[in-house]
């Protein structure tokens, strides 16, 4: 099965990113204001050729027509506000849950999860803590992981947890065996790609991500099925993950710091 899942994060209105979800200037650079969000979103509208699903949607009835997903990660406190503009346009988003983060500052609370549930928005896990390196984490980390992450949103929501999203972008095989022993039947990760693939009866889907300052015309190129543009995401995003495992954590303060160097050129 072939399906394009587009990977965003905190959508706010008034660009203070610094209200929701993880700080710092590596997680705000994927956190976007309320209008560019919403012009990526009629930008795909204008071109759309394929239905918008939802991956309760995918477990029950395995399509052909590759359809599109909207995903959304680590459970901050905006993700109220950005289904609010999804509704506007009739589509239900994936909104990943960062389970040990929950009720705390800058994160979603039990009632706002229930809430966005009740609408028919999709609540899945984002792990327990958000390890940056998840793939290197041991079995026992991430049986722990899964583990309770869904066991917290299950009693949220009064329903098991079967779908969830890889944190840090960095996946591998017995990331998603884990996910699957916890009961996840559908997994994103962060891989530039619409081909799925099976782990242990779980799902396994790719994801393009989107950045604050992303051309909308990008998000659209993307879901018409870009042969040439998502190539270049596919090559792009392993030339960085041959990076990550050479250079582990120094990759990760590097990152950092890089960040921190463009938010200073934006602001000045």
């Known amino acids: 099965m072939r399906c394009t899942s587009l990977?965003?994060?905190?959508?706010?209105?008034?660009?203070?990113?610094?209200?929701?979800?993880?700080?710092?200037?590596?997680a705000d650079a994927y956190k976007m204001h309320t209008d560019e969000?919403?012009?990526?979103?009629?930008?795909?509208?204008?071109?759309?050729?394929?239905?918008?699903?939802?991956?309760?949607?995918?477990?029950?009835?395995?399509?052909?027509?590759?359809?599109?997903?909207?995903?959304?990660?680590?459970?901050?406190?905006?993700?109220?506000?950005?289904?609010?503009?999804?509704?506007?346009?009739?589509?239900?988003?994936?909104?990943?849950?960062?389970?040990?983060?929950?009720?705390?500052?800058g994160f979603l609370d039990r009632g706002q999860i229930q809430e966005m549930w009740r609408r028919g928005h999709i609540i899945g896990s984002h792990s327990y803590t958000h390890p940056l390196r998840m793939a290197i984490c041991s079995k026992a980390q991430l049986d722990d992981e899964w583990?309770?992450?869904?066991?917290?949103?299950?009693?949220?929501?009064?329903?098991p947890i079967r779908v969830a999203s890889v944190p840090g972008g960095l996946y591998s095989r017995a990331v998603a065996s884990s996910a699957a022993k916890a009961g996840i039947?559908?997994?994103?990760?962060?891989?530039p790609v619409t081909q799925s693939h099976m782990v242990d009866g779980c799902l396994v889907l790719?994801?393009?991500?989107?950045?604050?300052?992303h051309d909308p015309n990008r998000s659209a190129a993307l879901v018409?099925?870009?042969?040439?543009?998502?190539?270049?995401e596919y090559l792009f995003w392993n030339s960085k993950k041959v990076g990550k495992k050479v250079l582990?954590?120094?990759w990760l303060k590097a990152r950092v710091l890089w960040m921190e160097h463009q938010a200073r050129k934006e602001q000045s």
């Open 37 to 105: 969000f919403r012009r990526h979103l009629e930008t795909v509208a204008r071109g759309l050729r394929r239905r918008v699903t939802t991956g309760p949607e995918l477990l029950a009835n395995p399509v052909t027509d590759h359809p599109l997903t909207f995903t959304f990660d680590d459970g901050g406190e905006s993700a109220l506000h950005t289904a609010d503009v999804l509704d506007e346009f009739g589509w239900k988003g994936h909104f990943f849950v960062t389970g040990g983060r929950i009720g705390t500052p």
């Open 7 to 26: 990977l965003f994060h905190d959508v706010l209105p008034d660009g203070q990113w610094q209200a929701s979800g993880f700080s710092g200037a590596d």
């Open 224 to 232: 018409a099925g870009s042969p040439p543009l998502q190539m270049r």
């Open 248 to 250: 582990g954590s120094v």
């Open 206 to 213: 790719g994801r393009f991500y989107v950045m604050r300052g």
């Open 185 to 191: 039947r559908l997994l994103f990760n962060s891989e």
């Open 147 to 159: 583990g309770r992450s869904c066991e917290v949103l299950s009693e949220i929501v009064g329903e």
